[in-house]
């Protein structure tokens, strides 16, 4: 909604080029990522999941790759399209109690015609 | 269609006063939660719940209450206690014991009049 994503980093880019959307995650212990995709006024949708025994895993144009050592995820969106466009998340499962996902606080992406 | 409703979409509390926020799934998911997103910030976690009739606080649980007394259902009620409650709130759903890739509502927008 428009509470959502006043005060966050963003990434310009121009249609067609490739976008690359960076995570740093907190807890060496998480052993499952999962991007989300959050356009105005709606709730996150799932675009890729990714376990700790890999390093990469590609969808449809999207790769999300994984640096344990560093704890660094990226998502990768290959020709950008305008509906891109979104609030991305990235989330990991710590294995705290109750084995819920900790979100980051997103990245907005701006796709310019 | 199956999916998780979130209603209503926008929802305006007086002072002093509770308000509920409602949230099916006909996805015959175990779990469901409930997100706080305020600007800039990533999802926080308010309450879960993993099985009907059962119920746990997440990290933001103060002011706020639920119940599940149906699987398809898990209100949310945000009391007066709950004394800055201008923000955007996601319910979740997820099929896996190890609540991982979640599936979320549209949420609602609660204002304070």
């Known amino acids: 909604g428009e509470s959502v994503g006043l005060h966050l980093p963003t990434l310009s880019v121009q249609e067609g080029d490739n976008s690359i959307i960076n995570c740093a995650y907190s807890?060496?212990?998480?052993?499952?990522f999962i991007w989300y995709k959050q356009e105005s006024g709606k709730g996150p949708q799932f675009i890729i999941d990714i376990r700790s025994n890999m390093d990469k895993r590609q969808g449809q144009r999207v790769t999300v790759l994984l640096n344990k050592t560093v704890k660094h995820l990226s998502l990768q969106i290959a020709a950008t399209q305008p509906g891109d466009s979104a609030v991305y998340f990235c989330a990991e499962n710590t294995n705290n109690a109750g084995n819920m996902l900790t979100f980051g606080g997103g990245t907005r992406l701006m796709v310019k015609p | 269609d199956g999916g998780i409703t979130q209603s209503p979409k926008y929802l305006f509390r007086k002072e002093g006063q509770n308000v509920t926020l409602s949230c099916e799934q006909n996805l015959n998911h175990d779990a469901m939660y409930w997100y706080r997103q305020d600007p800039g910030q990533g999802l926080r976690l308010i309450y879960y719940?993993?099985?009907?009739?059962?119920?746990q606080k997440g990290d933001i649980a103060e002011g706020y209450s639920v119940s599940r007394e149906k699987k398809e259902s898990f209100p949310l009620t945000v009391t007066s206690a709950q004394k800055n409650p201008t923000a955007f709130y996601l319910c979740?759903?997820?099929?896996?014991?190890?609540?991982?890739?979640?599936?979320f509502g549209s949420g609602t927008q609660l204002s304070v009049l």
């Open positions: 979740a759903s997820s099929s896996d014991a190890t609540n991982e890739k979640l599936f």
């Open positions: 807890n060496s212990a998480s052993d499952y």
């Open positions: 719940s993993q099985i009907v009739n059962d119920f």
